[in-house]
Each structure stands twice: as C-alpha cells, then as structure tokens.
C-alpha cells in the first residue's frame, strides 16, 4: 500500500513538471507601460525546461522561469537598458495567456502595472 501512494505522488510530480509549453510567439499587452501609456510588444519565448527566454522586439533577451503555472521574468529598460522591470503572472487555462503585474524600480519611485500575454497563432 506504502508503494502505491509513493508511485501515486512521483506520476503527480512529474505530470505537474511537464505540463505547460510556452515556446513560441507572444503578443504582450502592458497597462499602462512604462511610459503611462498602453504599449505592445512582440515577443518570442523559448523554454528549456523551467527556464524561459525572452526576445521581445529588439530589447536584449530577457530571462525568466516557470513553476507550475507561476511565470516571472525581468525585461531590461530605461537608458542603456540598465533599470529592471519586474514580471510575475500566471499561466491561465488553456495555456495560451499569461495574466499577471509588472513593477519597475527607478529613481522616481516604484511604477507598477498589469499585463497580458497571449500566444499567437502558429500559422
């Protein structure tokens, strides 16, 4: 019976650590962005395992990670790309949005914000 449970626990575990693919391009929505204006991004993201990459239209990669459906990564910005801004979201139903907050550090205090990623179609 003892045996049971532990193989019961081990096939959860790694169906939870298999789960969710977020390869592929992304239409990333900030409101507001940085500036205090909706803006938009292209993005493209690569996965390899937990670990997420991130090119969004011509900004240097970005890097992020994935627990279960927690995603966070940190987009460089302001001049000479030195100030960064802080995402964390969750990975919604379907696996094709990510809906979560952004928050950026500088020196005119905290500016903080939502965001949506949505997975483009692959056609």
Same mark, same amino acid.
């Given at each position: 019976m003892r045996h049971v449970r532990w193989l019961t626990v081990l096939i959860t575990l790694a169906a939870g650590g298999a789960?969710? *693919?977020?390869s592929g391009g992304w239409a990333l929505a900030l409101d507001p962005g940085f500036a205090g204006e909706p803006a938009a991004w292209r993005c493209d993201i690569t996965q390899d395992g937990p670990q997420l990459t991130l090119e969004c239209d011509g900004m240097p990669a970005s890097a992020g990670t994935? *627990? *279960?459906r927690t995603v966070k990564f940190v987009i460089m910005t302001g001049r000479d790309n030195l100030l960064p801004a802080r995402f964390s979201g969750v990975v919604e139903a379907g696996d094709h949005a990510i809906a979560g907050t952004w928050r950026l550090e500088d020196t005119t205090g905290n500016r903080i914000g939502?965001?949506?990623a949505e997975k483009r179609?692959?056609?």
């Open positions: 789960g969710v *693919d977020l994935i *627990d *279960d939502r965001f949506r179609s692959s056609r």
